[in-house]
């Protein structure tokens, strides 16, 4: 672990993060300083003058996660926790079980029967304990309660927006921003990036933050799609949460930003899809509803460049299939009592008075 730790990586922007974390705790598997690449066909293909795309799928764990859940996974390290639960859509659920392997802490995600077999495939090579469950969150609950596990998830651990400040101090750091579209989920991205914004530079030189949902979109994007009329499901963001309690705070950052909340559709998302092709940039569907979202905000009165794209996840992250027999590759839960042998099995300890 001794080569991990220490004021490289993103703890290069650690005077961002609020959180006094000992040197010896500054978790790194190299995170942080991805690449801002300029797109010119791209943008001239969605009318953009000057985009560029901020390569966060090359992350050590595949995606910006890396950022959240290296402080996050730190923090715990600092306070001297040994156990963890996280329930994710996938990319989540990857980063912590990286970060938790270099702390020594164990770690169990939740994951929903659904989730892309890619990203099942890529949690479990890290070898910490994964359970498939229609109830993640009450088993989450469960598991901080009565095993006194400590609960990772970005949308209800106060660190969960902080690393994503450094995004914004990269971005700064590079050029005069217009801009930022990045797919939200628990809202945990665009908050920190709000957040890492607000404390380098004035409002006046502040970018718009753009949430980008796929339809049917939740409470982040609500406000801007009261009287829009219904479409058919785009078929991602559908394991994440779609009651995030950080929407508000979410809702009022973008406001304050001059930005807003997009919903993405199936179609727009198919179009965007063979248009990357065609210009050869790759990335996951997130990162295609994101560049959706520029092509219809070109259109608007309040357009600014130039426009940065968070490309948050992978092109090998582009297939959904779910695995065909789940429970072939992780065990299946439906009850507390289920969850407890497993945990029990896998020399978890049931420590209440730890949280
Ligand atoms: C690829 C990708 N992009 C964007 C997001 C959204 O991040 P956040 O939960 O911070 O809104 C996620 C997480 O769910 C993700 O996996």
Known sequence: MAESIGRHGQWVHAELFDASLPARCRITLGEGDTPLERAPELGAALGVSELYLKREDRSPTGSHKARSLGL?????????????????????????AAYCNEAGIKLLS???????LVKLE??????????????????LHHCALEWGM?????????????????????????????AVFTFANSGATALGLHQGFARLS??????????VEGWPGGELTRPWYERAAEMPP??????????????????????????????????DLQRMLELTKQVRVDTSWEGLAALAAVQRWV???EFTAPVVVLITGSADQLDLHPASAIEELVPVVTTEIQLDRLLAGASFRRDSAAR
Do not use: M
């Open 150 to 178: 400590a609960d990772l998830r970005s949308s209800t651990n106060p660190l969960g927006p902080v690393a994503y400040r450094g995004i914004a101090a990269e971005l700064q750091s590079a050029l005069d921003c217009g």
């Open 202 to 211: 004035s409002a006046a030189r502040s970018p718009s933050i753009h949430p």
């Open 122 to 139: 890529a949690l479990l090579r890290h070898g910490q304990l994964v359970v498939a469950t229609d109830r993640p969150v009450e088993l």
């Open 72 to 96: 996050l996974v730190s923090d715990l390290l600092s306070r001297g926790v040994s156990q963890a639960v996280i329930s994710s859509s996938g990319n989540a659920a990857v980063a912590a």
């Open 234 to 267: 785009s078929g991602i963001g559908d394991l994440g949460t779609r009651r995030s309690r950080l929407a508000p705070a979410v809702r009022r950052a973008v406001r304050g930003s001059g930005g807003r909340g997009w919903r993405i559709s199936k179609v």
């Open 299 to 301: 259109l608007q009165p």
């Open 110 to 116: 939740l994951v929903s029967p659904r989730t892309p």
